[in-house]
C-alpha cells in the first residue's frame, strides 16, 4: 500500500473505472446475481439485448423496472464517497462506470462518463424520444413481474431502458473520452468488474500500455488480475476509505463520508 499512496500523492491524473461490484454494497445485485425470481431461468447476456426486448418487451421492461426501483431505493456506499473524496483531492480525475445505477452522481460527481448508459435516461425504441418515468411505478414490479413498457408520447412507440444492450454500439463520445483519459492518466483504477465485457475491459489495458500504474479492487481474481500492478483483494467499501486515509488523512476521507 505504501508504494500507491506515494503514486497516488504524486498523481497528476487519476480515471477510475467501476463495475455492477462498485454498488454491491448498497444492496444492487451485482450483474449475475441480478437474475432472481422470473429472471433466474434467463441469463442476463441474453435479456440484456434488443433481440430479447423485441421479443418480450414486458418481460425486459419488467426486469429493468424492477432494477430501477432497487436504484431508487438504494445509497451510495462507503466506496462510492472515497472515490469521490478521491476526486477532491487529485488534479485531474475520470470517473468512468459500466453501472446504470446514478450512485456515483449521488455521491457528489457532475460528470461520470457511463460506458453502457443509464436506467434513468429512458427512451422511445422508435424516435428515441427521452421518456420521463414516474419515480414510483403504479404497478411495482415485484421480482419477477412483468411490466407493460409505456407508449411514447410523440409517435407511441414502445420506451426502452437508455442502456447499452449487448450488440449495442456504445455511445462513441463518451467511449472516446474514456479511451484519452485511460491514455493520458498516471494511475488506472478497475473497481468492482469481472473484467469481461468489452470494449468497458480494454480500458485498463490501454492504461497499462500507456505506463499508467493500473490498481484493481475486487474480492475475487479475474482477467486483469496477470496485468494489474496492485490487486487489491477485498471490498471496495473496505479498502477504498482504507487507501484515501492513508494517502490524504481522515480530512479527507471525512469529507465524503
Ligand atoms: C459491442 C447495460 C459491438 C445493460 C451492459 C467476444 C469477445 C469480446 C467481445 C465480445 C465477444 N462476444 C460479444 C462481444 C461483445 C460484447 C461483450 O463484451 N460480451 C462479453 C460478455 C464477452 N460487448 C458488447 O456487445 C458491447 N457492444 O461490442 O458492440 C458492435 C460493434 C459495432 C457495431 C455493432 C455492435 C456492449 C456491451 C455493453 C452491454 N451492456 N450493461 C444492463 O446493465 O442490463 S454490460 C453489463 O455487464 C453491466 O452493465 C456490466 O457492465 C457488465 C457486467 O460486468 P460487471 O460490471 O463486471 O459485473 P459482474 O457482475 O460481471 O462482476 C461484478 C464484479 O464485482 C465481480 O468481479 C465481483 O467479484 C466484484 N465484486 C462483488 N462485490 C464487490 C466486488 N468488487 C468490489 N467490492 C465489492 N463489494
Ligand atoms: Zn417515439
Known sequence: MDELVATLRAARHVAVMTGAGASAESGIPTFRDAMSGLWSRFDALELAT????????????????????????AQPNAGHR??????????????ITQNVDDLHERAGHDAVLHL????????????ALPH????????EPRNGRRLAPPAC??????VRPGVVWFGE???????????LAAG???????????????PAAQLPQIAQHAGAVVVQVNPDRTALDDSARHNLRGQAGEILPRLVRAAWGDEAT???S
Not at 473524496?85 to 470517473?95: C, D, G, I, S, Y
Not at 420521463?132 to 404497478?139: H, L
Not at 492518466?185 to 473484467?195: E, L, M, P, R, Y
Open 50 to 73: 434488443p433481440e430479447a426486448f423485441a421479443r418480450d418487451p414486458a418481460l425486459v421492461w419488467g426486469w429493468y423496472e424492477w432494477r430501477r426501483m432497487m436504484a431508487l431505493r
Open 82 to 95: 472515497a472515490i469521490a473524496a478521491m476526486a477532491a483531492k487529485v488534479p485531474r480525475f475520470t470517473l
Open 116 to 127: 453502457h448508459g443509464s436506467l434513468h435516461r429512458p427512451r422511445c425504441s422508435v424516435c
Open 254 to 256: 471525512a469529507a465524503a
Open 184 to 198: 493520458e492518466c498516471d494511475v488506472f483504477f478497475s473497481v468492482g468488474t469481472s473484467s469481461q465485457v468489452y
Open 132 to 139: 420521463v418515468s414516474p419515480p414510483e411505478i403504479p404497478a
Open 169 to 179: 454500439i456504445l455511445l462513441e463520445r463518451t467511449l472516446r473520452a474514456a479511451q
Open 153 to 158: 408520447h410523440r409517435c407511441g412507440g414502445p
